[in-house]
């Protein structure tokens, strides 16, 4: 059974980093997603960075170049450093995973950027 398991969220004041956290069980590596989403209030949820299979990964066009996805092969904690965190940042964040038996939801994290 795959779990996961998200931690690090907080509050923090505009330009300010955080470091997101996804522990993982359970997951069937072959073809595979992992990645993030995040849901503000009153909006969809939406896209913030995925890795396929292990490969490059993608993130969306209001985070380039400020989030950074990773995760670590020794024991499959997948990441999110955050950056120059702005308030639109604000949402409560999941990680995702997809793997040949399902898809798989954290129970998300609370981020709020303000001053």
């Known amino acids: 059974q795959v779990q996961l398991v998200e931690s690090g969220g907080g509050l923090v004041q505009p330009g300010g980093s955080l470091k997101l956290s996804c522990a993982t069980s359970?997951?069937?590596?072959?073809?595979?997603?992992m990645g993030w989403y995040r849901q503000a209030p009153g909006e969809q949820r939406e896209l913030v960075a995925l890795?396929?299979?292990?490969?490059?990964?993608r993130y969306a066009d209001s985070v380039k170049g400020r989030f950074t996805v990773s995760r670590d092969h020794a024991d499959n904690t997948l990441y999110l450093q955050m950056n120059g965190l702005k308030p639109e940042d604000t949402a409560v964040y999941y990680c995702h995973v997809v793997d040949v038996r399902g898809v798989y939801w954290g129970q998300g994290t609370q981020v709020t950027v303000s001053s």
């Open positions: 890795t396929i299979s292990g490969s490059s990964a």
């Open positions: 359970g997951i069937v590596f072959g073809n595979y997603t």
